[in-house]
């Protein structure tokens, strides 16, 4: 039996996460840790919640004092650490919130990770879940980031990420911490939440309100399904050697217009429109502060050390998660009122 702590387990990435284990696994006891921010829902995992290898706990990972507390009273084997502040354009309007959560949180981990597993580390793994966009941004000439590519982050977003993975790597050459990280390029699939790209676009097409594209549209991004990077958590997490990195990509490069137009042509044809009909919609607006033009990741090193690729084609990916948001309109609803988060505080304040 190991004990693995999830963090960020109610989030997009993190629900996918939790839900593999839990159900691929049963002989892993799951330990779903999420603050449930704006982002993050227990709807997402609904559906394994009675499993008998689950368990759920509301916590903060900037509380340096609970987490300490935490590991010492679970005896954690090891921690996929997916718990973070993700949207950009919230990072540009208020990057406090970055540092405290995806710095000073990451540290909070790492520390009490080095406090309990300090005499046995080789039995443990602490995995940091991380994104390409601390590499910096490409020119369209670029070759893809790979694992060698020095750090450029330029959003707040990116800056913390990338002070994260730094002190990942700090503690496992200061106190020999064991270690792994990942770094991959947009995901998209069901339960992301509607201020991304792709979950925005699709609710906005739906409801004929405008699309606000920045800039000139051009900016190119790397997308993957999300249950690739799944599965690509799980060959890393079982697999990989102590202290290793290992880029995750999609091989699947869109300028964001003609991935818009593309979005268009599936929502409009499953709402039985007339095809363009909400191309109108496309909206300019003025570019978002320091727009990093392109993201693309070499995942060549996963491939050859642990026999990992997407498997999921992006014109199937597309369509199952287009009609996984016309599908679930309840849940787009209830997120985009914020509905659950009143229900839950409400849920979990007595416990
Ligand atoms: P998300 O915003 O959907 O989910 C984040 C989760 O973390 C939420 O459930 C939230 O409640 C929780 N959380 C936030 N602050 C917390 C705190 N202080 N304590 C405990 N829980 C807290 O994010 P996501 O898109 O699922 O991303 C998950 C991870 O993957 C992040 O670390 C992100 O940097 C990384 N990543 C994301 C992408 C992507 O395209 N979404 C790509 C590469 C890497
Ligand atoms: P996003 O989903 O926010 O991911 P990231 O910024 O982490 O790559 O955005 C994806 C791309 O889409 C990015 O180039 C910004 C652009 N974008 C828009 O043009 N309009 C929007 O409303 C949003 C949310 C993003």
Redesign the pocket.
């Known amino acids: 039996m190991k004990k693995i702590l999830i963090?960020?387990?109610?989030?997009?990435?993190?629900s996918h996460v939790v839900r593999h284990f839990v159900t691929k696994y049963p002989q892993y006891e799951i330990f779903n840790?999420?603050?449930?921010?704006y982002?993050?829902n227990l709807e997402n995992v609904a559906d394994v919640e009675h499993h008998s290898n689950y368990r759920f706990v509301k916590?903060?990972?900037?509380d340096g004092d609970r987490m300490l507390q935490l590991f010492r009273s679970e005896q954690f084997d090891a921690v996929i650490h997916?718990?973070?502040?993700?949207?950009v354009d919230r990072s540009i309007a208020n990057p406090v919130d970055f540092i405290?959560?995806n710095v000073a949180?990451t540290v909070n981990l790492l520390n009490a990770a080095r406090a309990i597993w300090q005499h046995q580390p080789e039995t443990h793994r602490f995995y940091h879940?991380?994104?390409?966009e601390v590499y910096g941004s490409l020119s369209f000439e670029d070759q893809p980031f790979t694992e060698a590519t020095a750090y450029d982050p330029h959003s707040p977003y990116a800056a913390s990420?990338a002070a994260s993975d730094h002190f990942v790597r700090a503690f496992h050459d200061t106190h020999k911490l064991p270690v792994v990280i990942s770094n991959?390029?947009?995901?998209y699939g069901p339960n992301?939440?509607p201020e991304?790209l792709i979950p925005l676009f699709i609710n906005n097409i739906k409801h004929n309100k405008p699309l606000p594209v920045y800039g000139s549209g051009l900016n190119v991004r790397d997308w993957l399904y999300v249950e690739d990077h799944v599965a690509a958590i799980d060959a890393i997490f079982h697999k990989a050697k102590n202290g290793e990195t290992y880029n995750i990509g999609g091989n699947n490069e869109w300028a964001n217009i003609n991935l818009i137009k593309r979005l268009i042509a599936i929502v409009d044809e499953k709402l039985g429109r007339s095809p363009g009909t909400s191309l109108s919609l496309i909206t300019c607006v003025a570019d978002r502060a320091g727009h990093d033009l392109r993201y693309a990741i070499n995942a060549s090193k996963l491939k050859s050390d642990l026999g990992w690729e997407p498997t999921v084609k992006f014109t199937e990916g597309f369509e199952k998660t287009v009609e996984w948001y016309l599908r679930n309109e309840q849940w787009l609803e209830s997120v985009t009122s914020g509905a659950y988060q009143e229900y839950y505080r409400k849920m979990y304040e007595g416990r």
């Open positions: 963090t960020g387990g109610a989030g997009f990435i993190g840790l999420d603050k449930l921010t982002a993050g916590e903060d990972i900037t997916l718990a973070a502040e993700s949207h405290l959560t949180g879940v991380s994104t390409d990420k991959c390029s947009n995901n992301q939440f991304k």
